[in-house]
C-alpha cells in the first residue's frame, strides 16, 4: 500500500483532485470513505463517471476502510484517500486506520463554523479534532491545490476561537 494523500474536502471527487493532486502525487487510485456515499449508488455513479479510466476508484464505509488498513486490503497502487470531514478522518484513525499526514482542502459553510479562507470553514469541534490528531502525530496541510501557500494551524485555532 502506497497512501500518497490523506485529504479532507466535502465534496470529494471533484476537478482539484482530479486535474491537481492525481498529477501532482502520480496517484493510481483513489479510495472515497465516507458512510453515506458507500450506501448510495447515484452518488458513487456520479463519481466514478468523472474519474478517468485509468484510475481505480474504491468507496468505503469508516469502518471498511480501517479494516481493509489493517487487514491490508488497500490498493497497492499509489492511492489518495477522500474523506468529507474531519470527524470522518479522525474517527477512521480512532480505529487503526493510520496516516502521517492530513490535508484539509475544501471544508464548506454550515452553521457554527467560521471562514478561515477562501475554501476552508472550521469549527471549534473541527479545530478539537485537528489538535488530537496533531497529538497523535499526523502532521496537518491547509492546501487547497497543491503549490498553494498553507494556512498556520496556530490562526485557524485563534479565528475560530476568537473571532
Same mark, same amino acid.
Given at each position: 500500500?502506497?497512501?500518497?494523500? %490523506? ?5 470529494? %471527487?471533484? =476537478? ?7 498529477? #501532482? ?8 470513505? $465516507? ?5 448510495n449508488?447515484?452518488k ?13 476508484? $474504491? ?9 481493509? #488498513? ?5 490498493? /497497492? ?10 470527524? $470522518?478522518a ?5 480505529? =487503526?486506520?493510520? #496516516?502521517?499526514?492530513?490535508?484539509? =482542502? ?11 479562507s477562501?475554501?476552508?470553514? %472550521?469549527?471549534?469541534d $473541527? /479545530? /478539537?479534532?485537528?489538535e488530537?490528531?496533531?497529538?497523535? +502525530?499526523?502532521s ?6 497543491? +503549490? ?11 479565528? %475560530?476561537? #476568537?473571532?
Amino acid at each position: 500500500m502506497c497512501i500518497v494523500l %490523506v485529504r479532507v474536502d466535502s465534496r470529494l %471527487v471533484h =476537478g482539484q483532485i482530479l486535474e491537481a493532486w492525481i498529477p #501532482y502525487t502520480k496517484a493510481e487510485a483513489l479510495m472515497v470513505v $465516507d458512510n453515506e456515499v458507500q450506501k448510495n449508488l447515484l452518488k458513487r455513479s456520479v463519481m466514478e463517471m468523472a474519474v478517468p479510466s485509468s484510475i481505480e476508484i $474504491d468507496f468505503s464505509s469508516i469502518k471498511e476502510a480501517a479494516i481493509k #488498513y489493517k487487514n491490508g486490503g488497500f490498493p /497497492t497502487k499509489r492511492l489518495i484517500v477522500l474523506f468529507s470531514s474531519i470527524r $470522518d478522518a479522525k474517527s477512521a484513525f480512532d480505529n =487503526g486506520f493510520r #496516516y502521517d499526514s492530513l490535508n484539509l =482542502g475544501n471544508m464548506h459553510f454550515c452553521e457554527g463554523k467560521v471562514q478561515v479562507s477562501s475554501n476552508l470553514c %472550521v469549527g471549534l469541534d $473541527d /479545530t /478539537t479534532e485537528i489538535e488530537e490528531l496533531s497529538n497523535k +502525530g499526523v502532521s496537518i496541510d491547509t492546501r487547497s491545490v497543491p +503549490g498553494e501557500r498553507r494556512l498556520e494551524l496556530k490562526n485557524i485555532f485563534k479565528k %475560530v476561537r #476568537y473571532g
